[in-house]
């Protein structure tokens, strides 16, 4: 494997392990403020980030590279409220397309084409992600403050569960 894919694929394990650690954090503040729908929610995507993690992880080691495991930072906990929670499950998914991005330019101006079609993978499961965490934070802008729409929100959030894709 190239020097630097591999460089750039150990970075992108650190961006999918902190992803999986953030939104930990996010399920943990949805249930101890009562929103359990969201906390079920936040659970699952913690998980499909650290299946991102190990789909990257194996596919390193597989090709004679080494996968290095990162530390683990403290997330972020300290959320004000049930739209600071969307604007920064949002904003995650962006800063991982535009890394995802970026490995994708650098395959190409490698010619790394088996690792560009790895990727592939990654980039249909972002253009799925973005879209989700798009959709909700709108949600969360109609119904702003209102009590009972955060109720319903909460009831139906599962609904909008990104189905994975088979590995
Ligand atoms: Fe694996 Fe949603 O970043």
Redesign the pocket.
């Known amino acids: 494997m190239i020097a630097e894919i591999e460089t750039l694929l150990n970075e992108q394990i650190k961006?999918?392990a902190k992803?999986s650690a953030q939104y930990l954090s996010m399920a943990c503040w949805a249930d101890t403020n009562g929103y359990n729908g969201v906390a079920d929610f936040f659970y699952t995507?913690s998980e499909?980030?650290r299946v991102?993690?190990t789909k990257l992880v194996k596919f390193i080691n597989e090709r004679n590279g080494h996968a290095i495991i990162p530390a683990v930072e403290k997330p972020r906990d300290d959320f004000k409220s049930l739209m600071e929670l969307f604007e920064t499950f949002l904003e995650?998914?962006e800063f991982?397309?535009s890394k995802i991005n970026n490995i994708i330019y650098q395959c190409l101006q490698l010619k790394d084409y088996n690792v560009h079609n790895f990727m592939q993978w990654?980039v249909a499961?972002?253009l799925e992600?973005e879209a989700v965490a798009r959709t909700l934070l709108d949600k969360m802008k109609i119904i702003g403050d209102d009590k009972s729409g955060h109720y319903l929100f909460d009831r139906d959030i599962n609904g909008f569960q990104i189905e994975e894709e088979p590995k």
Request: cysteine-free.
């Open positions: 961006y999918e992803a995507q499909e980030e991102h993690m995650s998914e991982v397309t990654y499961e972002q992600e």
